[in-house]
């Protein structure tokens, strides 16, 4: 069974650009949620869909969005980077809602905004 | 609001040796605990998890109790392998919510 995969690995934008990120779940996952994780912060709740709706938001400013799609992949977009956005964005799907189903991280895509 | 804290690293161990990484939680009411793993250049692995007080997850060697009366969640090793260099993150999450709140992870580094 094939992972979380997180499109592109890698990615450098300006300050004011904007930027959308990819995850496909787990074949038959319908929760998605992500994260971002960085060195000062650590890792932050960004949002969670399941079944093409948003459930659960973290606490990011309304430059942070996101989506999901009928076949569960999930994109988030930030708009007018700063630096600070530099960071490894995570995605994980889960077979449900809540703590019983387990959380299944994708490898990240790391995002350095110059 | 809910936070994990943990032991500051970085640890290094020698092979074999006995590994303790503390957690502790404040949360209203009664979370789930995990610790995941994080491996260079990879995403996080769920290596166990304990979702009510007094409950042990164990996996790979690894173990850890839920302790309500200390609200901790330490995560044990008897005998560390090299392999076992990676961050550790200690997170809790509450039934019904998929947001997982993490401490600020320990970097460990065994070596031969």
């Known amino acids: 069974k094939a992972g979380v995969t997180q499109t592109p690995r890698y990615l450098i934008k300006t300050r004011g650009q904007q930027v959308t990120l990819s995850c496909s779940p787990i074949?038959?996952?319908?929760?998605v949620s992500w994260y971002q994780q960085t060195p000062g912060q650590g890792l932050q709740f960004l949002f969670e869909?399941?079944?093409?709706?948003?459930?659960n938001k973290g606490n990011f400013p309304g430059r942070f969005s996101g989506r999901q799609f009928s076949n569960s992949r999930s994109e988030m977009n930030v708009s007018t980077l700063e630096l600070g956005d530099s960071a490894l964005y995570l995605c994980?799907?889960?077979?449900?809602?809540?703590?019983?189903?387990?959380?299944?991280f994708g490898p990240g895509t790391r995002l350095t905004v110059t | 609001g809910n936070s994990v804290t943990q032991m500051e690293g970085p640890v290094t161990l020698s092979e074999e040796a006995f590994l303790t990484i503390n957690c502790t939680y404040t949360a209203t009411g009664y979370p789930s605990l995990f610790w995941y793993v994080q491996y260079p250049g990879e995403g996080l692995q769920l290596l166990l998890k304990a979702t009510k007080a007094d409950d042990k997850g164990s996996n790979k060697g690894f173990e850890a109790t839920y302790r309500k009366e200390t609200t901790s969640f330490h995560l044990e090793k008897g005998s560390v392998q090299v392999s076992d260099s990676a961050v550790y993150f200690c997170a809790l999450t509450f039934f019904g919510n998929e947001k997982l709140t993490f401490g600020t992870g320990t970097r460990l580094t065994i070596i031969p």
């Open positions: 074949s038959g996952h319908r929760s």
């Open positions: 994980a799907s889960s077979s449900g809602r809540g703590a019983t189903y387990e959380q299944y």
């Open positions: 869909y399941f079944s093409e709706t948003q459930r």
